[in-house]
């Protein structure tokens, strides 16, 4: 059985006013064997699409290296525009040595509530990835139940958007974004908006979509 441990504690600038929620990076991450063009700081694989999309939206130039300047862009770009990453599972078993939200046991998660008490200007955590199980929306469905706070639907076409109340009064809006990961890409061309722009403009392609969907919400 294979301890995956988060390897990177949140990373939240004191003024951030959104939160970057998911589960874990690669067991790759943790062992510290990285790939080629992996970045070693939060969502740093070189086969994920985050950074690639926050490339594309702010045009950042980004370096997708194993090198300090790509974690200190990424670092530098997160304080700039108020954004911190604060992914919900802290460690995990795994029976077998994959990055699957479906493969993870004996989770434990981070205090979600912990860090939006601690950190008051956040009003919005954008979740990579639904309810399925062992997803973000589903471990943070786990924590606001338990504490008997009701998540509340604004909007349930993709990206689905809910609301919380926290201590009375302090709304915190939920926005479960489209996986950034190759492993959403079966659910993203199986969606009727896509198909739709893909058929307007076959160069259309998954990453196009799913800048189209973050940005929106950045």
Not at 48 to 60: A, H, V
Not at 77 to 96: M, P, Q, T, W, Y
Not at 109 to 132: E, H, I, P, Q, W
Not at 148 to 175: A, D, Y
Request: charged fraction near 25%; include cysteine; aromatic fraction near 10%.
């Amino acid at each position: 059985m294979f301890f995956h441990e988060h390897p990177y504690k949140p990373f939240i600038p004191k003024n951030a006013t959104k939160l970057i929620v998911g589960t874990l990076p690669p067991p790759r991450f943790t062992i510290g064997n990285l790939k080629k063009g992996d970045v070693d700081f939060c969502y740093g694989s070189i086969n994920g699409q985050l950074w690639k999309i926050l490339d594309r939206i702010f045009k950042l130039k980004l370096h997708f290296q194993t090198t300090k300047l790509a974690i200190q862009q990424r670092k530098e770009f997160l304080i700039k525009h108020n954004i911190g990453i604060c992914d919900i599972v802290a460690s995990c078993e795994r029976s077998k040595i994959d990055a699957s939200d479906l493969g993870m046991s004996a989770i434990k998660l981070r205090n979600m509530l912990y860090y939006l008490k601690n950190n008051t200007l956040v009003d919005t955590l954008l979740l990579t990835g639904g309810n399925s199980k062992n997803g973000p929306e589903y471990h943070l469905r786990r924590q606001l139940k338990e504490q008997n706070i009701i998540l509340k639907p604004i909007s349930l076409e993709t990206p689905r958007i809910h609301q919380f109340t926290l201590e009375n009064s302090r709304i915190i809006k939920v926005v479960s974004l489209t996986a950034p990961s190759g492993a959403a890409n079966r659910a993203v061309g199986s969606n009727l908006q896509y198909k739709l722009l893909k058929k307007e403009n076959p160069k259309f392609n998954t990453l196009d979509f799913r800048v189209m969907q973050y940005q929106k919400f950045l």
